[in-house]
């Protein structure tokens, strides 16, 4: 009996180091892939990692590793981490839900928000206490999340330092935050302003060096309003313009006013145009009013005024082109100067204006039968813009694939995720009866659906459709 308790001490003994081993590795996982590049996350990813799932969904979010920014992606990536379970996943699905197509919703943000900091293995909570940096990232943005402070007490000095450790393994979201912190002073322990708002900017710095977007927008910000440095809005202007050109909304916004009103050369009203258009596509908080303010500012005709009755016309052929309709442009609008926060949430480079209307999807992606949830990431690559140019190849006879069944499968997955184009071939393929019976009624909701999410051929196309069913 004795040999026995022996052996099993001893066996417990070599199991504890691997078991410390194995911890010590899952809580460098975010540190991992801070340091790996792009191809390495995304093939990982691909594999049905869920944290290198989270992780690629957060780098489509804030713009990170070279990527434009991309809500659409990054919830696809979310979708795929969070139907594994993953902490990650449904903190980013908890983020998206303050945004279209997801929210503004703030139940869904606590929601996920809540699953996250719930997960039933405790990870997060784990991986934070062992210095994972995007697990204390993580709960940092937790800590500070409006929409769940009647079960979590908000605590800004304890976020701040989670943003601090975060920051200093690299993480360019935690170092823009802990950033933000220090320049407009949020930390009760902070006193000296002066020397706080010279971190924050040394910090922004580190990630502009980064190539960080938000970096960007908010070191313009601080050039613009002079603060915590010598006001220069000629290089706010190329900051603002840095983080405009990879999808920032509130950049674009921004150099949109600066071309329109001309403050550091002379109004150039096609570039104001092209940010102010761009943000409109991105949903930005103001765009649209924005856009109309210059219409007026350069004596276009406004959309009152633009109405006219309706005119009998020939049937238009509806529009039915290979190509991807061209990219709407973007622009933010110039905040108020020197603005303090009016809650405990940092200054948000996603903020919407709108208060949009959910806009319902699949959001598991499910099958109805209950059976395992078919992933898109097993389908024909890792992300929407592959599986829909796949099932346009498909549709348009440039694949070795001929099924328009397959095709509208894969149009079909990708427009209940919110791709306004996938929408449109939906349409499309309802009306004219390919890979599915032709259905007036379905093709006019897909329509609709594309155009309500900013797809111009398919507002034409419901224009179409709906003259020729009054025939």
């Known amino acids: 009996m004795l040999s026995i308790i022996c052996k099993m001490f001893r066996s417990l003994f070599y199991l504890l180091p691997l078991l410390f081993l194995y911890q010590v590795i899952c809580a460098n996982e975010g540190a991992r892939w801070i340091n790996a590049d792009l191809t390495e996350i995304t093939q990982v990813a691909g594999t ?11 780098c489509h979010l804030h713009g990170d590793k070279g990527l434009n920014i991309s809500f659409l992606e990054a919830r ?25 197509p997801l929210g503004p919703d703030p139940s869904l943000v606590a929601k996920y928000l809540l699953k996250s900091f719930r997960d039933p293995d405790g990870k997060l909570i784990k991986f934070a206490s062992l210095g994972d940096p995007v697990a204390l990232y993580v709960l940092a943005e937790i800590f500070i999340s409006e929409e769940i402070q009647t079960i979590l007490q908000p605590d800004m000095k304890m976020a701040a330092d989670y943003y601090d450790i975060s920051a200093q393994s690299g993480y360019a979201p935690a170092t823009v935050q802990s950033a933000l912190i220090k320049l407009h002073s949020l930390r009760d ?20 060096d980064q190539k960080f977007p938000a970096a960007h927008h908010y070191l313009g910000r601080c050039f613009l309003e002079g603060m915590g440095i010598k006001e220069d809005k000629a290089l706010a202007l190329i900051h603002f313009q840095a983080a405009a050109d990879r999808g920032y909304g ?118 109805e039968d209950g059976k ?67 259905n007036s009624d379905e093709a006019i909701k897909w329509f609709e659906r594309a155009a309500s999410q900013g797809d111009e051929l398919a507002e034409k196309n419901l224009v179409s459709l709906r003259k020729i069913m009054k025939m």
């Open 48 to 58: 049905g990692d869920g944290y290198a799932q989270g992780f690629l969904a957060l």
């Open 372 to 438: 395992e949830p078919e992933r898109m990431d097993r389908i024909a690559g890792s992300s929407i813009n592959q599986i829909r140019e796949k099932a346009k190849k498909i549709y348009w006879g440039q694949s070795t694939s001929n099924s328009m069944t397959e095709a509208f499968n894969f149009f079909e997955k990708c427009a209940t995720l919110g791709d306004a184009e996938s929408a449109r071939y939906l349409g499309i393929m309802y009306l004219r009866g390919k890979g599915v019976s032709k």
């Open 189 to 208: 322990s902070l006193t000296d302003g002066a020397s706080t708002q010279a971190n924050g900017i040394a910090l922004l710095q580190v990630g502009v």
């Open 250 to 367: 509130a950049a674009q916004m921004m150099v949109a006013d600066f071309y329109a009103y001309g403050l550091t050369g002379e109004p150039n009203e096609e570039l104001a145009f092209k940010y102010v258009e761009q943000a409109v596509e991105m949903n930005h908080e103001g765009a649209a009013k924005k856009r109309e303010e210059y219409k007026v500012l350069f004596g276009h005709k406004t959309e009152a005024t633009d109405a006219i009755p309706a005119i009998e016309q020939p049937e238009a052929s509806l529009a039915e082109t290979p190509n991807s309709d061209p990219s709407i442009p973007a622009a933010p609008i110039i905040d108020p100067p020197k603005a303090q926060p009016k809650s405990l949430r940092l200054p948000s480079a996603y903020a919407r204006e709108e208060k949009a209307q959910v806009v319902t999807v699949n959001q598991d992606i499910n099958n």
């Open 76 to 100: 696809f990536h979310a979708e795929n981490s969070a139907s594994r379970g993953h902490w990650l996943g449904n903190f980013v699905l908890g983020y998206l839900s303050r945004y279209k």
